[in-house]
């Protein structure tokens, strides 16, 4: 039976806006059990903020003597769980997610999107990591198709990269976002001001690349859990993930300044990453944009070769 039911947009206090909904709706709860419930239902929102779209519905109901936390947005890209390592700054939250929760997964939404759910109950958890309840392809198949001509969709082949590079490339990126972004949330209570190409690298990574992004780590993570040590990148674009690519290698690059200055707590990434991010954007980039020509696509040049070049002048 449903408790009750929050709207949110992008606003910046939806995070402690679901807090004080998820306390005073459950206020008969214990304060131990309305904590874990608060640090569920926050991770569940942030994670929608950051990756889904606007509006984000969340619902509280009870299941016997637990409750059920469902968090729906509009978006289409799935959560991902990542693994835990020592150096991710973000990434913890699902994690965080799957061990407060008795189970927890993922849901089509209707008529588009997805739905987060978690159960919460009042015995322990135990504190163990547990995998998602989710049919990928079932959440995919329950997704209408785009009108086809927005959604003509080309193969890029990225080739070999290793798979724990990958993953430490993607885990910076997704450290500088997050901070950016709680930055430019708290900006009216305090005197940083964001400059017109970190605002840039905020939209083109939720919106217009977030795919490109999404598909990379989700692929690096499935290869990391198949034990393999690098990971063949394949990913499916629409022509206009050209321009979008472009924007975002601008934006990081301006990222990279704002790091510098010592205005983030994340550093400006490393040169390692700088160079795979070039050649992958700028690879993808070429691609589509040959296929836009009618030419048949070159394939890039290894990533291994591209490390050498920038090993040599050091």
């Not at 901070?179 to 840039?200: N, W």
């Not at 993570?221 to 690519?245: F, Q, S, Y």
């Not at 934006?251 to 990434?269: H, M, P, Q, V, W």
């Amino acid at each position: 039976m449903s408790v009750a039911e929050l709207v949110l947009g992008n606003e910046p206090d939806a995070v402690p806006r679901v807090r004080r909904f998820a306390r005073s709706s459950l206020s008969a709860r214990s304060d131990d059990f309305l904590s874990d419930v608060e640090l569920v239902v926050s991770e569940l929102v942030t994670n929608a903020t950051l990756h889904g779209q606007p509006p984000i519905l969340v619902r509280l109901g009870t299941v016997q003597e637990c409750v059920r936390v469902e968090v729906a947005d509009l978006g289409r890209t799935l959560p991902m769980q990542m693994l835990d390592r020592t150096d991710n700054t973000t990434g913890r939250g699902l994690s965080l997610v799957a061990a407060l929760s008795r189970q927890w997964g993922v849901e089509p939404n209707t008529p588009v999107g997805k739905i987060v759910w978690a159960e919460i109950c009042q015995e322990a958890a135990g504190g163990e990591t547990k995998a998602p309840q989710m049919d990928e392809e079932a959440i995919l198949s329950a997704w209408p198709d785009l009108d086809d001509d927005t959604d003509v969709r080309y193969t890029v082949r990225l080739g070999m990269v290793p798979t724990d590079f990958l993953l430490a490339a993607k885990a910076h990126i997704d450290s500088v976002v997050r901070e950016m972004e709680l930055i430019r949330k708290d900006r009216a209570r305090t005197d940083i001001h964001l400059p017109a190409g970190v605002e840039l690298l905020i939209e083109t990574v939720t919106t217009g690349f977030a795919e490109a992004r999404s598909e990379i780590k989700r692929q690096a993570l499935e290869a990391a859990a198949r034990g393999d040590r690098v990971t063949a990148l394949e990913l499916h674009l629409p022509l206009e993930a050209a321009d979008a690519g472009e924007r975002y290698l601008a934006a990081l690059d301006e990222a990279d300044r704002f790091a510098r200055s010592a205005r983030l707590l994340t550093l400006a990434a490393p040169p390692a990453h700088r160079a795979f991010r070039r050649w992958y954007v700028q690879s993808l980039v070429d691609q589509l944009r040959a296929v836009a020509r009618g030419e048949t696509p070159a394939q890039p040049r290894p990533f291994e070769d591209v490390l050498a070049d920038e090993v040599e002048p050091l």
